[in-house]
């Protein structure tokens, strides 16, 4: 989700991501990624009085947000759900179970990242937690407590592309033996203390920390399911728009829109010309990434990347 600088709420790519989902007056659009609501305020200042913005978002705390921030305008519906939920959302609230534009807006949002007590990160103390709904499921401590070596280390390599993730996962099983880890210092501490080499500009802990966060929250489990959902509910030239903030989410999502624009796969023996199959997608324009003006104001947006598909009939 959109990065933040300080205290004040700047979602990233605002402009880009409203020119992108091509928005009309009276359009029906989701944001399913809510956060702290400033893609849907962007939406809803460009939106007529018919128009509608459904958000989604399974932090308990955007829901008091969204409550608070939106409580007199009628155009906005916010639902406490996983965006894997999509489909059902759109097909509870909206009559045609059609809607005219999705965005999903990625990973951490700042205020989680910025809270100590909701354990995202390392820089600040606080309960190993890193849920991002903190209501249900194993917070990191829980995970960390039981998963095996070999497994912990599989996560720490794929899903944070850790060079060192044999050597943090056999730390972390050997020193959980003399006491649980429960505090987000005393992970980063051990990761720290183990890794040999260190990344210019970054700690030591940063790749570990983000592949927990992925495995506890199965975030690129539920970015697949989203994708293949967004492309059912999107009515024909409706717009897909998606920013990622690691290579592992573009990764997926640049398949899933190459996939789509290509349909599915045929047995080559079988005579299907290539404009017979029955494609879903069209990439509108280039991947986007923040202007240097927009990267300096708000370090974090730096590695977003955003991209565009529109829905074909």
């Not at 978002?57 to 894997?84: G, H, I, K, L, N």
């Not at 949002?109 to 903190?134: A, I, T, V, Y």
């Not at 050997?174 to 649980?180: F, G, L, N, V, Y």
């Amino acid at each position: 989700m959109t990065p933040l600088v300080a205290q004040a709420h700047q979602p990233v790519l605002c402009a880009e991501v409203i020119a992108a989902l091509a928005v009309a007056g009276d359009g029906c659009y989701v944001d399913a990624t809510f956060g702290r609501g400033g893609h849907t305020a962007a939406l809803l200042a460009v939106l007529g009085e018919a128009a509608r913005v459904i958000a989604l978002d399974r932090d308990p705390e955007a829901a008091v947000c969204a409550a608070r921030r939106f409580a007199d305008e009628p155009r906005m519906q916010f639902v406490r759900a996983p965006f894997s939920h999509l489909a059902e959302v759109v097909a509870r609230h909206v009559a045609t179970a059609k809607v005219d534009g999705v965005l999903l807006d990625l990973g951490v949002s700042s205020p989680q990242l910025d809270d100590p007590n909701r354990g995202f990160s390392f820089r600040n103390d606080g309960p190993l937690d890193m849920r991002m709904d903190s209501t249900t499921g194993l917070s990191a401590a829980d995970w960390l407590a039981t998963v095996d070596e070999t497994e912990l280390a599989t996560v720490l390599r794929d899903y944070g592309e850790e060079r060192f993730h044999r050597r943090i996962a056999r730390a972390i099983v050997h020193d959980r033996k003399q006491a649980p880890f429960t505090r987000t210092r005393q992970l980063a501490s051990l990761i720290e203390r183990v890794v040999p080499t260190r990344e210019s500009g970054q700690h030591p802990a940063t790749r570990s920390f983000q592949a927990i966060r992925i495995a506890i929250n199965r975030e690129l489990d539920e970015l697949a399911a989203v994708l293949r959902q967004a492309v059912t509910v999107l009515r024909p030239g409706g717009r897909l728009v998606v920013i990622s903030f690691h290579s592992l989410e573009d990764r997926l999502v640049k398949r899933f829109f190459r996939h789509e624009m290509r349909g599915p796969d045929w047995p080559p023996e079988l005579p299907v010309p290539a404009q017979s199959l029955p494609t879903r997608l069209r990439v509108i324009g280039k991947p986007q990434r923040p202007a240097a003006s927009e990267s300096r104001l708000n370090p974090r947006s730096r590695s977003a990347v955003l991209r565009v598909a529109e829905r074909l009939p």
